[in-house]
């Protein structure tokens, strides 16, 4: 299956953040990986390009001293919440914060955990008239299935590309039972995933 983005398609960059690269406070295994796809996908020519970040309190809920179950990672405006030096962000036109109050936690890049409050995201994307995101970064088997889960639940077109995500569990993680919704474009990933490769 042949596809090329184009003005209704949105690339979404998922928490490349520092805090989750090799050394960071909640590294995800080999998550430096997913950043030369990401650059190469983030050249091509999507309506938008939306990148997301884990910006955090201090005593976000979902730190160990209070009771969570992560290490004190992406503090709001800290070294680990940055964007690394080598993710190009000259084509990402859009970031969008998340898990920001301290009493609620955001894996997805549109709500948070409890579908309450949103992010944006859906807004902005309506507004510029997508119809079809594109979903790469950290974690596969949290944030990125939590945003490509509400994408398709929203009735956005939602294509997870393998080459440009890893996930917390590592190499054990079964892409293939990942299961976001009925109108994800699973037989896109391929043709994706050799964008992401080759150009």
């Keep these: 299956m042949s596809i090329s983005p184009g003005p209704h398609d949105a690339l979404i960059i998922v928490d490349v953040q ?31 390009v939306v990148a997301t970040q884990d910006w955090h309190p201090p005593d976000h809920i979902s730190f160990a001293a209070q009771g969570g179950p992560w290490p004190v990672h992406c503090v709001h405006a800290s070294a680990g ?39 944006g995201l859906d807004g902005l994307l309506r507004a510029l008239g997508i119809e079809r995101v594109v979903i790469g970064g950290l974690a596969l088997d949290y944030c990125v ?40 474009g699973f037989t896109a990933l391929a043709a994706f995933g050799e964008l992401a490769r080759r150009r």
């Design 18 to 48: 520092n805090d989750f690269l090799p050394g960071g406070a909640l590294a995800v295994p080999d998550g430096d990986a997913v950043i030369p796809p990401l650059n190469r996908l983030a050249a091509l020519p999507f309506g938008c």
């Design 145 to 184: 299935a939590a945003t490509a889960r509400d994408a398709a639940r929203l009735g956005f077109t939602t294509i997870i590309v393998p080459d440009a995500c890893r996930a917390v569990a590592g190499a054990a993680f079964d892409h293939d039972t990942l299961s976001v919704g009925t109108n994800i």
């Design 81 to 119: 919440a940055d964007f690394p030096d080598l993710l190009d962000l000259r084509s990402v036109t859009h970031i969008i914060h998340k898990g920001t109050t301290q009493a609620r936690d955001s894996y997805s890049a549109f709500f948070d955990n409890e579908g309450e409050t949103s992010t």
